[in-house]
């Protein structure tokens, strides 16, 4: 929208409430265009979460993985227990999230911005992608067969019933366990994608802002911008939504272990550089290049014969899209 000239430079307001210090300078940028405001962020959503029923883990004798290894070790564990090890819908978007948290886990924040941000042939086409390729279609042999067009709701209250042991799901999947009545650490376990304790992936909803041709309603535009960014808005919105709060110096009291602990990931991603976009969802690349890419990945994760070979040549030339 930007690019066609239609959206407004919110400049003032974001200058009269201080937005640049408040936001994560990686996030105000995904907010400008040209070096202007032209669009207000609502809230931030983790999507390098690894949703676990602890009974489950429990059952089989496993442990809550922090890494691919682990990772693979609980899984096997959950499989001789007879609990599924990953529920997985076989949607395209939800096996790109998989893909994005396997990408950062195995090949680290530096690659993931090299190959899915920046779109680096080299690294798109490097043994560290390969890694990352060959560890995820290993993911899908700890899914069951039911998974192909499964919802990724559908999916998690497999894990709250403890038929599955785990999920890689961004932070919405919270608010399936808070709505089946579940605590967070009692009842479901939310810890970050193996491999990936400090970094995050961000997924911001935000507002467009129009230029309007009436002055009053563009001034009730700027009122409405302004009240999105107001810490009143940000808690009681994101308290109903599963994520947390975009602004930086919010008061946590109300929310529960699992947006706090993403909080707290939050601010210290943001000061490491550690605090990347997610390709899965939209944040990082144009959308022909995401839909592109996603394809690739979704062909590699349902065929028995593409090697990580062919799917790198393809995901380098996806990465060409226009």
Not at 67 to 95: C, M, S, T
Not at 163 to 181: N, R, S, T, V
Not at 221 to 249: H, T, Y
Request: glycine share 8%; aromatic share 10%.
């Amino acid at each position: 929208w930007a690019g066609e000239g239609v959206l407004a430079n919110i400049d003032d307001v974001a200058k009269a409430n201080n937005w640049d210090a408040l936001l994560p300078k990686v996030v105000a940028d995904a907010m400008k265009y040209k070096g202007n405001y032209v669009a207000v962020p609502v809230n931030v959503h983790r999507v390098n979460w690894l949703w676990a029923n602890p009974e489950a883990l429990k059952k089989a004798g496993a442990k809550l993985p922090t890494n691919w290894d682990e990772f693979f070790v609980a899984a096997e564990a959950l499989k001789r227990a007879g609990i599924i090890p990953i529920a997985h819908g076989g949607q395209n978007w939800q096996d790109f999230t998989t893909f994005e948290s396997v990408a950062l886990g195995v090949g680290g924040v530096d690659f993931y911005k090299k190959a899915v941000v920046r779109l680096e042939p080299g690294s798109l086409k490097s043994p560290t992608m390969e890694k990352v390729l060959t560890t995820f279609k290993r993911v899908k042999e700890y899914t069951d067969r039911n998974a192909p067009g499964r919802d990724w709701n559908l999916a998690t209250a497999m894990v709250i019933r403890g038929e599955a042991g785990m999920q890689l799901m961004g932070d919405w999947a919270k608010g399936e366990f808070l709505a089946a009545g579940k605590t967070p650490g009692k009842d479901f376990v939310c810890t970050a994608a193996p491999g990936t304790a400090k970094d995050f992936t961000f997924n911001v909803d935000s507002f467009a802002m129009f230029k309007l041709k009436n002055e009053a309603n563009t001034k009730a535009e700027k009122d409405l911008a302004a009240a999105i960014m107001a810490p009143e808005f940000q808690e009681v919105f994101n308290l109903n939504k599963g994520s947390i709060p975009v602004r930086l110096n919010m008061n946590l009291d109300k929310f529960d272990d699992c947006a706090r602990s993403s909080a707290a990931d939050f601010v210290a991603t943001a000061k490491l550089g550690s605090l990347v976009p997610s390709i899965a969802h939209g944040m990082a690349v144009p959308s022909a290049v995401q839909g592109a890419m996603q394809d690739v990945v979704s062909q590699f994760w349902n065929s028995d014969k593409m090697t990580p070979a062919e799917a790198m040549e393809k995901l380098a030339s996806a990465a060409r899209s226009k």
